[in-house]
Every structure is written in C-alpha cells, then in structure tokens.
C-alpha cells in the first residue's frame, strides 16, 4: 500500500479541529486531526471539486 502524505488546511487555526487532506490518482482523502488515521471521506475527484465549488459559493453570499 503507498504511503500517505497528509496536509493540514491552510484554513486551520491552532488546535485540535483542523482538516487534513492527501490525494491519490483515483480519491481525494479527507480526516480530521483529533484521528489522522480515521479517514472521514473519501471521493472521486470530480465529486470533491463539486463540493468544493458549493463551499465556495456558500461563503461568498
């Protein structure tokens, strides 16, 4: 199995509720940092694009 490489969200403040995320060619992986190894979704590229559109959206109303 390939080692994953995990990122901290640059939105993430100092503490314990942070969003960490690594890709693979085939899934976007997401967790939190209060359990790295427990992975809280999983998605198809073009789904996590998706959702990352909505968000931006949702934030500039």
């Not at 209060?34 to 979704?41: E, F, K, R, S, T």
């Amino acid at each position: 199995m390939t080692q994953l490489t995990w990122q901290k969200s640059s939105y993430c403040a100092q503490g314990d509720s942070c969003v960490h995320v690594t890709a693979t060619t085939e899934t976007i992986h997401l967790t939190e940092s209060a359990d790295p190894d427990g992975v809280i979704l999983d998605a198809h590229p073009a789904a996590f694009d998706a959702l990352l559109a909505v968000l931006k959206k949702e934030t500039h109303r």
